[in-house]
């Protein structure tokens, strides 16, 4: 922690905040992060207490994979399928250190704190600027205010749901779903009709096995799905294509 | 205490994944197959996320809640509005609230 908030530290606030890198990460963290008001919801209604939650925010640091593993134990599923569940949505935040390690070019300490800030969003803003002084601006500031956002709002809806009888009234047994398709929606959206399949043959299979299987199963099994993205030719993605093709379609490589 | 022991091992798994991208040799991406299916798995995975929670009953059970489906069509809505996260979580609590509050 100390040391991204040094290398923060090191550059003039003033002139930072008006550069593109800082407004994007501003903007980013601060929605993202007020989140963790439904993850702090979700995890004390599936029975985990407001200090398990924030440690989930905290140590995890990871929301698609942090509301997995709390959807399976509100189900009343098996721990090892919520955690396998919780790994295998965990196991993107790898290909994104991929690409990230070689934007951000750092090494030992640096890099292994770096690693907890490696998701989603860090890696949507980081990869998307143009240079590797930028690059390593946008992540830090990310990572800070969506981090510190995310741990807040998670205790706020943690321990206001401790105190709320009737969580259901407030809708937030939608907000799972919509976090979710806020996630997914991008590749949809970008991607040609077989990334389109693979969403729908993963539903398809996590529904259809839902009442016979455990729960945390079947979203295990809908992984399958991804066995399509093997057959035909490379996927067709926006952006240049090196000679495997791009990693995936907001993951452009950032001049280093 | 189980619960304690599951929650460490997999935000301890969860941080070693990203920590085994940030290390790992540039190689390991060059393999295609390994690349194509890494890439796909998160889209089944949330997808089947999206169909389970959306769709969650009693127990194992699949229901159809009017409240909750049209908090997640508003969702969809706002997404393709291309409004911000935060505006897409919101609009999706707020629809279902709403309806519930009415009677739905």
């Given at each position: 922690m100390t040391r991204t908030r040094l290398t923060w530290a090191n550059v003039s606030i003033l002139s930072q905040l008006r550069s593109p890198a800082v407004r994007d990460s501003l903007g980013i963290g601060v929605a993202v992060g007020a989140a963790g008001l439904a993850f702090g919801t979700a995890a004390v209604a599936a029975g985990l207490s407001p200090a398990q939650s924030v440690f989930l925010s905290l140590f995890m640091f990871t929301g698609a994979s942090q509301f997995a593993l709390v959807g399976v134990i509100a189900g009343g599923g098996n721990l090892a399928a919520g955690a396998l569940g919780a790994l295998l949505l965990g196991a993107r935040n790898t290909l994104y250190g991929l690409r990230l390690t070689e934007v951000l070019g750092w090494r030992g300490a640096k890099r292994a704190l770096a690693a907890h800030g490696v998701i989603d969003e860090t890696t949507a803003v980081t990869l998307a600027q143009p240079d590797r002084e930028s690059a390593r601006i946008a992540f830090v500031t990310t990572y800070a205010v969506l981090g510190s956002f995310w741990v807040a709002f998670t205790l706020l809806g943690a321990l206001a749901t401790e105190r709320v009888?009737?969580?259901?009234a407030f809708g937030l047994d939608a907000v799972g779903p919509a976090i979710f398709l806020g996630l997914l929606w991008p590749r949809l959206r970008d991607e040609g009709g077989r990334t389109r399949l693979i969403a729908l043959l993963g539903a398809g299979v996590a529904l259809a096995t839902t009442p016979i299987l455990p729960p945390g199963v079947p979203v295990l099994l809908?992984?399958?799905?991804?066995?399509?993205?093997?057959?035909?030719?490379?996927p067709r993605v926006p952006g240049p294509v090196d000679g495997n093709g791009?990693?995936?379609?907001?993951?452009e490589e950032v001049g280093s | 205490m189980t619960l304690w022991i599951a929650l460490i091992a997999t935000a301890a798994g969860c941080y070693l994944l990203k920590y085994a991208g940030m290390a790992a040799?540039?190689?390991?991406?060059?393999n295609p197959w390994l690349r194509r299916f890494a890439i796909a798995v998160p889209v089944a995975l949330l997808a089947a996320l999206i169909a389970v929670e959306a769709l969650?009953?009693?127990?194992?059970a699949l229901a159809w809640d009017t409240a909750r489906m049209a908090g997640v069509g508003a969702a969809v809505l706002a997404l393709v509005l291309r409004a911000p996260f935060l505006v897409v979580v919101v609009a999706a609590a707020a629809t279902t609230a709403a309806l519930r509050a009415l009677g739905l």
């Open positions: 009888s009737d969580i259901d809908a992984a399958s799905a991804g066995l399509i993205a093997l057959f035909g030719p490379e791009p990693v995936s379609g907001r993951n | 040799p540039r190689r390991l991406l060059d969650r009953g009693e127990g194992q």
